[in-house]
């Protein structure tokens, strides 16, 4: 495998384009089926796919080609913190750690402890909440110390990297990652702003990046990073083989919404509800939806719908949710076992709720605001 198409497979999977992604490796390992390499993306690939099986096949067959690899040892710490066994998956690190010989080696161990950190304190967070909804507490919790603690060892962890290299991108936006989970968005900001230095084309560190500028009610950064990343993915579309990296043929994906919000629409006329309604798909956010963009509510290129008002003729506003069929894949991909149909149903929820508290009276959208 050249480095060509080691970037081109990571830009699909950045992309969400993971068929894309997947068709590419499949080829090269028909060519190749003794590249451990290939088998670690073909992994990778497959369980963002939740083909799981697949996906501990391909682990299977890179450990199979270099058993005792830094490599196979994180793949199989990686696979492991997928599925939730993150005792293995320290079990494994720990492991890689007695055969790493060089400081790339122990620097991708740091990373992966790391991750495998935030996935723990992550996995107490949402238990401390589940909590929460359980019992009579305050809404406005302190977050126990052992939790900081965690959190501090990740931080800790991905310094000793980064006095070594002030400029390891992957370290400074998973620093970042750590200090907005701590509810520090300016700092968050100020690292991932680094690492976008180092790389300004990844496209997840831009979106999170344009997701923190959001919680600090700073619209025109939010607003500038939004529109570079719709550059960078039309860019990229422009040169797939699919031309808007879809899972399902639009025909199919437009059946597949009428029909959930035929049952959706069904529940909501039971409340009385007498809006005008209208659902209509398209591949992604277009270009002119960005420019119509306003700082107070900037447009994220990667959200699921858009809400309209439209004046309707017979006194009723008409309702007009427009879902977008990339990013709606992204969100059923990164779902975990949920069907695509339910997953609609949840979206249109959303999206026709705010309608809802308008028919209550609620006048959210007297203005001709956007929701």
Not at 76 to 98: I, K, Y
Not at 101 to 130: D, G, M, N
Not at 176 to 195: I, T
Not at 345 to 355: G, H, Q
């Amino acid at each position: 495998m050249t480095e060509q198409q080691f970037e081109s497979i990571n830009r699909w999977i950045l992309l969400g384009d993971l068929r894309a992604a997947a068709d590419e490796v499949r080829e090269l390992l028909v060519q190749d089926a003794q590249d451990a390499s290939l088998w670690e993306l073909e992994a990778r690939t497959r369980a963002a796919m939740k083909e799981f099986d697949t996906a501990a096949y391909a682990v299977e067959q890179a450990v199979l080609l270099a058993p005792k690899s830094v490599s196979s040892l994180l793949l199989q710490a990686w696979f492991a913190r997928m599925m939730g066994n993150l005792d293995e998956a320290r079990d494994w690190e720990n492991e890689a750690l007695d055969q790493a010989e060089t400081q790339e080696e122990e620097f991708a161990i740091a990373l992966s402890e790391a991750r495998t950190l935030l996935a723990s304190a992550e996995l107490e967070i949402r238990e401390l909440v589940e909590e929460m909804a359980e019992e009579e507490v305050p809404e406005v919790m302190q977050v126990p110390d052992e939790i900081i603690e965690i959190f501090q060892d990740g931080i800790e962890a991905l310094n000793d990297v980064l006095e070594v290299d002030p400029q390891h991108a992957e370290a400074l936006a998973l620093q970042a990652e750590f200090f907005s989970a701590l509810n520090q968005p300016e700092k968050a900001v100020e690292l991932r702003g680094e690492a976008l230095e180092y790389s300004p084309d990844n496209l997840k560190w831009l979106h999170d990046q344009a997701d923190e500028y959001e919680r600090l009610e700073e619209g025109e950064q939010a607003m500038e990073l939004y529109r570079r990343l719709f550059e960078l993915e039309k860019q990229a579309i422009q040169e797939a083989k699919n031309p808007h990296g879809l899972f399902f043929e639009a025909e199919e994906f437009a059946t597949l919404c009428s029909e959930a919000w035929a049952e959706l629409e069904g529940y909501i006329r039971e409340e009385g509800v007498s809006l005008n309604f209208s659902v209509i798909t398209e591949p992604m956010v277009s270009e002119t939806l960005l420019e119509d963009t306003i700082p107070e509510e900037p447009i994220d290129p990667w959200t699921a719908f858009h809400l309209t008002i439209e004046p309707g003729t017979a006194g009723r506003d008409l309702i007009k949710i427009i879902l977008f069929q990339r990013n709606v894949e992204r969100f059923w991909r990164e779902a975990g076992d949920v069907t695509i149909k339910d997953l609609l149903m949840d979206i249109l929820d959303d999206a026709a709720a705010p309608a809802i508290l308008l028919a209550d009276g609620n006048g959210l959208f007297d203005t001709g605001e956007e929701g």
